[in-house]
C-alpha cells in the first residue's frame, strides 16, 4: 500500500494516481461498517481497473476543534494503516487536520481536495458520512456536486449487529467505544468484526504480580482508549516495534488486568497488565504489546488481603483458559 502523508498543505497530493476510487472518513476503529464500505469501493475499483484510496485524517479532528471532547481513539494510526492495507487499499492518504483545513466549507473541501488534486472517477461514502465546517456536508451534498465536477457517488447503508442483550444497533465508532468504556469487549469485537487490540510498550511495574506466583507485563498504552476496568481473557502479542506487532501472526493466551491495585494499596495508578498463560517467554523488556480483549472476567474487587488476591488471580486464569480455548474451537485459528 503506498502512503502519502500531506503534512504541509496539498502538494503532496500531486504525487496521487488520478481516476481512483475515493472513501474519505476517519475510520478509526475500521469497523465492520467501514469494512463494508471499502469492500464496495474494492470491488468498484476492480470493475474499473482503478486504484482504491483512502484519505484519512490525523489527528481526530475534534482534537484540534474542542480539545476537551476529543474520543479515546481505538486505532492507532499505525494500526489503522495495517488493517487498511489488509483490506486492499492501492494508496493512504494521510491529512494533517488543521484549523484551516476543518474550516473549509463543504463546497471548498469538493473543489480544493476532491477536484483539483485526487480527481477521482467514483467516491464511495457511508450514509452517515459528514465532511466540512461544522460537518456540513452530507452525503447528499457530494451527490448533488458529483455530476458537475466529474465524479460519481456510491451511498452504503450502516452496517446493523445484535448485541449480546438482543438489541439490534447500527455499527459507528462511537458506539464501539462507549461498550469498550462499559467492559462490553465481546459486544465491541462484534462491530468490530475483531477483538479489540490495545497497542503499548512494555514497561516496569513494581513486581507485586511476581511476588504473588503471577508475574506480568505492564503495558504503558500511547492514545487509545483503554477499557474499563477489570480482569478480561484475551491474546497478547508480542514484537519490536509497534508496526511490527500490528502484524503479528503469533497469539499468546493470557489475563489482562486493568486496575488501580486497591488491594496494594490507595492511590495507585491505572495499571494496564498481562498475565501470559504459556511458558518460556523471553524477557519483554522494552518490547511492543497488543493486547486483544476476549472477554470480561469480572470486574475490580479490594480483597481483604494478599493472600485472598492470590487465590483469586489463579481463579481468574483458570476461568481466562476456559474462554480462550473456547474461542479456539469456535474459531478454528488457534491452539493453545
Request: charged share 25%; glycine share 8%.
Amino acid at each position: 500500500m503506498k502512503i502519502v502523508e500531506a503534512t504541509s498543505g496539498l502538494a503532496e497530493l500531486a504525487r496521487v494516481e488520478k481516476g481512483c476510487v475515493l472513501t474519505i472518513g476517519n475510520f478509526d476503529g475500521v469497523h465492520i461498517g467501514h469494512q463494508e464500505i471499502l469492500t464496495a469501493a474494492r470491488q468498484t475499483a476492480a470493475k474499473r481497473a482503478a486504484q482504491l484510496m483512502v484519505m484519512t485524517f490525523e489527528p481526530h479532528p475534534l482534537v484540534i476543534l474542542h480539545p476537551q471532547e476529543k474520543p479515546g481513539i481505538l486505532t492507532s494510526l499505525a494500526l489503522k494503516k495495517h488493517l487498511l492495507a489488509e483490506a486492499g487499499v492501492d494508496c493512504l492518504v494521510v491529512v494533517k487536520s488543521t484549523r484551516r483545513l476543518l474550516r473549509l466549507s463543504p463546497q471548498d473541501f469538493v473543489e480544493q481536495f476532491i477536484v483539483k488534486n485526487i480527481q477521482p472517477n467514483v467516491v464511495v461514502e457511508g450514509e452517515s458520512f459528514n465532511f466540512g465546517a461544522g460537518r456540513g456536508g452530507t452525503v447528499h451534498t457530494l451527490q448533488e456536486l458529483g455530476p458537475e465536477k466529474g465524479f460519481e457517488v456510491i451511498v452504503i447503508e450502516a452496517k446493523e449487529v445484535k448485541l449480546s442483550t438482543g438489541q439490534t444497533v447500527k455499527v459507528s465508532s462511537t458506539l464501539i467505544r462507549n461498550m469498550l468504556k462499559n467492559g462490553r469487549v465481546a459486544d465491541a469485537a462484534v462491530g468490530l468484526g475483531r477483538a479489540y487490540r490495545l497497542l503499548g510498550q512494555v514497561v516496569p511495574g513494581r513486581g507485586k504480580g511476581k511476588q504473588l506466583g503471577f508475574p506480568t507485563a505492564n503495558m504503558e498504552p500511547a492514545e487509545q482508549l483503554v477499557p474499563a476496568e477489570g480482569v478480561y481473557a484475551g491474546f497478547v502479542q508480542i514484537a519490536d516495534s509497534e508496526e511490527e506487532v500490528c502484524a503479528a501472526k503469533e497469539k499468546i493466551p493470557a489475563a489482562l488486568s486493568i486496575g488501580r491495585s486497591e488491594t496494594l494499596g490507595s492511590d495507585n495508578p491505572l495499571a494496564i497488565e498481562a498475565h501470559i498463560l504459556t511458558d518460556n517467554i523471553s524477557d519483554l523488556h522494552g518490547k511492543w504489546l497488543a493486547m486483544d480483549f476476549i472477554q470480561r472476567i469480572r470486574s475490580q474487587i479490594k480483597f481483604d488481603n494478599e493472600t485472598a488476591l492470590a487465590t483469586q488471580i489463579a481463579k481468574d486464569c483458570e476461568k481466562a483458559k476456559e474462554i480462550l480455548a473456547r474461542e479456539v474451537t469456535e474459531k478454528g485459528k488457534l491452539e493453545l
